[in-house]
């Protein structure tokens, strides 16, 4: 889906001020790996390395696996379209409501796909299950131990979690570690959403060393650029510096989630995240949408094209104290 995703900000004429409509952390990315990209951007000039390898020792590092684990990609879609690409004309299921482009890629590929409610996954009798954890649009978790389970259970199954949300919550530990253990199992991270570099694309996959084999049949060659290689090293190198503290962000989205539920007209979604669905009870989430950008220079997701929501919804992102005050004003208004 080329367009109708969050932060759709190249469709848009004029300012925005506020973005609500994107999960990115709203703090920005730090300066001084601004700096770095700054600093290094005559490398433009040279290709990059054929397969961002140089960053798998660095991830291996952190996680304490082999390098050759690891595979890094252009933002976590192009892992999903690799993974597809690997999995093609065979079945897959997708937990729905969910990120679109699991269903572009299953498309693209002539995988034969279902999608299903969160209770309907152990039912699956397919070859690959896509699963996204925090979920994203509605920041609902899968525990490790209800994973686990279904890897067990369904071992003939891949199950490839997407966790590039994961820093985003406290409810919900990473599952990297346990694809020392199972050979059903894929891990996409981003490092775009954390770092705010969303524009620069980088992801990355964690799986069985037969499993990237394969993927690395099937990548292009230079799809992660010379800038993103360069952020993910000094990214890596300073990880627990970089990374925010989620049980903060957490709690200041539980009070942005308290001034929203005081708003008449709208239902206030229970998330692990700081983004969140809100239903519009009266009202339609495309001409709020519209309102917010032409009135108040503000950005919010319509979120009324998730498959498997049914009714009017938009989905927010927590930002600042200031900016949340302006968006609960402008609401207030529009109301």
Known sequence: MLNGHGDDLHLIEGKITHNFSSNVYYKGCPKTLLAHISKNVSLIQNYPSPAASELNKLAAHKFQLPSEQFLFTNGATEAFYLIAQLFSNKKATIVAPTFSE??????????????????????????????????????????????????????????????????????????????????????????????????????????????????????MPWSVNSLAIKAGEYIFKNYEAFQFEAAELIEETIIFKEQLEQLDGMKVCESNTSYFLVELLQKSAMELKEYLIVKHQILIRDATNFKGLTGEYIRLSTQSKEANKILIQALKEWM
Not at 109 to 138: G, H, M, W
Not at 142 to 166: G, H, M, R
Request: hydrophobic fraction near 40%; proline fraction near 3%.
């Open 102 to 219: 699991y269903e572009d890629a299953c498309k693209n590929f002539q995988l034969d796909y279902l999608l299903v409610s969160r209770t309907e996954i152990k039912d699956t009798d397919a070859d690959l299950v896509f699963i996204c954890n925090p979920n994203n649009p509605n920041g609902a978790i899968f525990s490790k131990n209800d994973l686990e389970f279904l890897f067990k259970q369904k071992p003939e199954t891949t199950f490839v979690i997407d966790e590039a949300y994961i820093e985003f919550t406290n409810s919900v530990e990473s599952i990297i570690s346990l694809t020392k253990n199972y050979r059903n199992l894929i891990v996409v991270r981003s490092l775009t959403k954390t770092f705010t570099i969303p524009g620069l694309r980088l992801g990355y996959i964690v799986s069985n060393t037969l499993i990237i084999k394969k993927l690395l049949t099937l990548k």
